[in-house]
């Protein structure tokens, strides 16, 4: 479905000659829609940008959020990951088609049959230990939701379950744990340590976060809510239930310079981007490479990754001819339609160029 929408969205937009890439009426008409209590955005062109934000910041005392504010960024963090993992394919200290058991011997069951690629792209078949109550950070908790976890127990549930042998591409937030372990395996530090000294040092980007056992944001930003079904403050929470899977913090202008760069071939070989970029096929309205999502559109391939963390959503793409958009999303009493995101994703990568922020 989401495919289908995507592509009679793009179809009217090509046929109205573009949207607008200031986005902020329709990120308006989501808040005003009970879609979210506030929005932010990030669209550029290469050359020029456009930012902005909308709704409050807290519904008990209101406030504008800032386009510059920090936000949960979900599964984008699977994107970091696999960067650091390819990193170290371009080192040689492993191969993309090496088992997972020829590096940690013994944690995998079937290990000798799963290739790291497989773990990249999802196809590694390993259940979902998310899909358990109480183990996914995109639903209501309670004092839970600050309960510290450690990775070895994410995949010890994990592992206690098998998915049906159906030859079905399965995402699975287990794979990015796996993968979170072998990068500690072959650099003796810690994951988060690794994508900071090889990912947000060199690019500077300060304002992206790996929080561990932390359960705030740094300021400014706006709060995160859950309809229960009145909305309650979701903002603080432990996000190590996530892990390597999901528990980084960013802003929209660190995203784009990330996904910037490692498009742009600034953070891995020319050899692994192409790795990174080949696909599979999905069923679920996207084509999956190794941590990267991609929306095939008539104007070209969206390439990135959406993330979700209880009430905070997140879309990050750049295309191939420079236009980027991060869209950073608090659902408020229903979760954003496929259509009302899908629409600001074609203005922004299918429409005119932005203007200078104003």
């Known amino acids: 479905m989401m495919q289908t929408m995507m592509n009679v969205l793009v179809a009217a937009a090509v046929a109205t000659g573009g949207g607008a890439v200031d986005v902020r009426a329709d990120m308006e008409k989501i808040v005003a829609g009970d879609g979210a209590t506030a929005a932010l955005a990030r669209v550029s062109d290469g050359h020029r940008t456009w930012s902005g934000a909308v709704g409050v910041r807290d519904v008990e005392r209101g406030g504008r959020p800032s386009p510059n504010g920090y936000f949960r960024i979900g599964s984008v963090t699977k994107t970091f990951v696999a960067t650091v993992v390819l990193q170290l394919v371009d080192e040689g200290e492993l191969a993309l088609d090496d088992p997972i058991e020829r590096h940690l011997p013994g944690l995998v069951p079937g290990g000798s049959g799963i290739t790291v690629r497989e773990l990249l792209n999802h196809q590694s078949h390993l259940y979902d230990y998310m899909s358990e109550p109480g183990y996914s950070t995109n639903r209501w908790r309670g004092d839970a939701r ?3 976890y450690r990775p070895e127990e994410l995949l010890k549930v994990a592992f206690a379950k098998q998915l049906p042998d159906d030859g079905k591409w399965h995402y699975s937030n287990t794979n990015y744990v796996v ?5 500690e395996k072959l650099t003796g530090k810690p ?37 229960l079904p009145e909305l309650v403050d979701a903002t603080r929470m432990n996000p190590s239930l996530d892990w390597a899977a999901g ?39 996207f084509d999956y490479g190794l ?5 095939r559109l008539p104007c070209g391939t969206a390439w990135g990754h959406s993330g979700e963390l209880i009430g905070y959503q997140t879309y990050a793409f750049r295309t191939d001819t420079g236009k980027s958009l991060t869209l950073s999303l608090n659902p408020s009493t229903r979760n954003p339609t496929t259509p009302e995101v899908m629409g600001i994703a074609v203005k922004a990568l299918c429409g005119t160029s932005p203007g200078e922020k104003g």
Do not use: N, W
């Not at 040092?201 to 859950?226: C, F, M, N, Q």
């Not at 742009?264 to 692994?272: D, P, R, V, Y």
């Open 291 to 295: 941590g990267l999502q991609a929306y």
């Open 247 to 285: 528990e980084m913090i960013s802003t929209a202008a660190d995203l784009e310079t990330f996904m910037t760069a490692l498009l742009g071939g600034k953070l891995i070989s020319e050899k692994s981007l192409r790795e990174m970029r080949t696909t599979v096929a999905t069923g679920a309205g």
């Open 179 to 183: 993968l979170g372990l072998l990068v």
């Open 191 to 227: 994951y988060g340590e690794e994508v900071r000294r090889r990912v947000l040092r060199p690019l500077k980007l300060r304002h992206t976060v790996v929080p561990g056992d932390r359960a705030g944001l740094p300021s400014p930003h706006a709060k995160g809510y859950e309809p």
């Open 146 to 148: 600050f309960r510290s």
